[in-house]
């Protein structure tokens, strides 16, 4: 399974489509991501396992959500203020 | 781009654009022929000297003019869903491009592999260098490759812009905290210009959009360029 995922990550073009934002507004589909990895990233580290697949989320953010909104919402992270629940 | 005393659309450079063209063609034509049948008959009723009195009813032309319309609509309304159906399609984008509004220039970033990102201002006037456009021209353009079908994301800093490229057909409005999602394919190598198209202050009109698309290894050549200058 995780062949196949390192797989995915590998042959990365850009963000697929994704059926759950199907629609011109694709502001969850940024903002969904960067959660799923932050999520990703906890769950995993908390079970000693190796955060690798969690790479492809931070792909896909990277590629749909502009620099600005990441690098606030990093600072929030740090700071502690962040909005999400993770 | 646009010519002076231009009247129809300009050249498509998109596979969209060229169905939306032809569809406007064949609208106008219908709306042409009613006109002309329109204008026809009231000359020909103004310059008469007959006249009846006593006309009271006709089932057969009441059935004519009842269903010629219902079928002219029809008509009309066949290749609008067809496009419309077209350009809602599921596309699988090679390249993703974000384009952020600010007052007043656009800035691209293309972060599929790198944060890579630019500023796109407007060439001043008095800046402009012979063979260039005036009030469309910009000193980075936004490039991306021919024949790949390109998404783009339009959001912006501050207030509402709206981000317009005639030729390819485009034209997303650039809200600010929303990314709204466009999808395109430029058939030929070329520079195509759009302008802001929602008010956003004093110099809403002075913040070109201005597309260049080139074949796909050049492309990737002035990524890598790109790259190393930032």
Known sequence: MSDRINE?????????????FPNTNQTRNCYQ??????????????????????????RVYTSLCPMGWVQRWDEQLEEGSFAGRI | ?????????????????????????????????????????????????????????????????????????????LPSLRILYLMDE?????????????????????????????????????????GQFRLLDVDHRMVIPTESPVRVLITADDVLHSW??????????????????????VSRPGIYYGQCSEICGANHSFMPVVVEAIP????ENWSTLMLENS
């Open chain 1, 8 to 20: 995915k990550i590998q042959n990365y073009r850009t963000a697929p489509f994704d059926a759950r």
């Open chain 1, 33 to 58: 991501n960067y959660l799923d990895f932050h999520r990703c990233n906890k769950a995993l580290s908390a079970k000693q396992q190796d955060p690798a697949p969690c790479e492809w989320y931070r």
């Open chain 2, 1 to 77: 781009m646009a010519h002076p005393s231009q009247l129809g659309f300009q050249d498509a450079a998109s596979p969209v654009m060229e169905e939306l063209l032809h569809f406007h063609d064949h609208t106008l034509m219908i709306v042409f022929l009613i006109s002309t049948l329109v204008l026809y008959i009231i000359m020909a009723m103004v310059t008469t000297k007959l006249t009846n009195k006593f006309i009271l009813d006709s089932q057969e032309i009441e059935i004519i003019w009842t269903l010629l319309p219902a079928l002219i609509l029809i008509l009309i309304a």
């Open chain 2, 90 to 130: 599921v596309n699988d984008p090679h390249l993703t491009v974000k384009a952020l509004g600010h007052q007043w220039y656009w800035s691209y970033e293309y972060t599929d592999y790198n944060n890579f990102g630019f500023d796109s201002y407007m060439v001043p006037t008095q800046d402009l260098t012979p």
């Open chain 2, 164 to 185: 317009a490229v005639p030729s390819l057909g485009i034209k997303m409005d650039a809200v600010p905290g929303r990314l709204n999602q466009t999808a395109f394919i």
């Open chain 2, 216 to 219: 796909l290894k050049h492309f």
